[in-house]
T-cell receptor, first 109, second 113 residues
Framework: GIQVEQSPPDLILQEGANSTLRCNFSDSVNNLQWFHQNPWGQLINLFYIPSGTKQNGRLSATTVATERYSLLYISSSQTTDSGVYFC???????????FGAGTRLFVKA | SAVISQKPSRDICQRGTSLTIQCQVD?????MFWYRQQPGQSLTLIATANQGSEATYESGFVIDKFPISRPNLTFSTLTVSNMSPEDSSIYLC??????????FGAGSRLTVL
């Protein structure tokens, strides 16, 4: 099956710093989402981005489907950005969504 | 976007018992998905539930352990049967709603003693 690899696995930032999270996938996908899981366990959809670039406030994402990777940019990080960021992909021709292992982010005040 | 409600939000269960988790979507959806998240881990797909047919289980998950019902296009249940401490996890219900976005319920956090 498809492999989804996220890097880095862990990240510690000082408040105000910028960061880039990466998601590599091993096969063609028909959808890709970035989620943030907050410390209370709630999964929040950040972006639905099977291709192209989107921005939402301090967050932006880019997916290059032909090269099988996606990037999530966090600018001017805040302590509330702490949590786990998951990349999740759907394989072309299928309906299942497979999650990467996640990047655990801690933003220090 | 659609709202997905799950209950219970959390429960503490005794070994050997079973618990049924309910999932309600505020709009009709074709497929509903059940995931498990073990402590400190990512999400693993348990099964896909379609109305009117038996659920499709992923490798490592069986119907006897995780029976699923899907009586209509807005509701599904997942039962965790004959629980052991290894079943302590967060169980999440999800569905694809408007514009193909996968949306999750808040999850059901189970602790098995």
């Amino acid at each position: 099956g498809i492999q989804v690899e996220q890097s880095p696995p862990d990240l510690i930032l000082q408040e105000g710093a910028n960061s880039t999270l990466r998601c590599n996938f091993s096969d063609s996908v028909n959808n890709l989402q970035w989620f943030h899981q907050n410390p209370w366990g709630q999964l929040i959809n950040l972006f639905y981005i099977p291709s192209g670039t989107k921005q939402n406030g301090r967050l932006s994402a880019t997916t290059v489907a032909t090269e099988r990777y996606s990037l999530l940019y966090i600018s001017s990080s805040q302590t509330t950005d702490s949590g786990v960021y998951f990349c999740a992909v759907g394989v072309s021709g299928g309906f299942k969504t497979i999650f990467g292992a996640g990047t655990r982010l801690f933003v220090k005040a | 976007s659609a709202v997905i409600s799950q209950k219970p939000s959390r429960d503490i269960c005794q070994r050997g018992t079973s618990l049924t988790i309910q999932c309600q979507v505020d709009s009709q959806v074709t497929m509903m998905f059940w995931y498990r998240q073990q402590p400190g881990q990512s999400l693993t797909l348990i099964a896909t539930a379609n109305q009117g047919s038996e659920a499709t289980y992923e490798s490592g998950f069986v119907i006897d352990k995780f029976p699923i019902s899907r009586p209509n296009l807005t509701f599904s249940t997942l039962t965790v049967s004959n629980m052991s401490p290894e079943d302590s996890s967060i169980y999440l219900c999800s569905a694809r709603t408007g514009a193909n976005v996968l949306t999750f319920g808040a999850g059901s956090r189970l602790t098995v003693l």
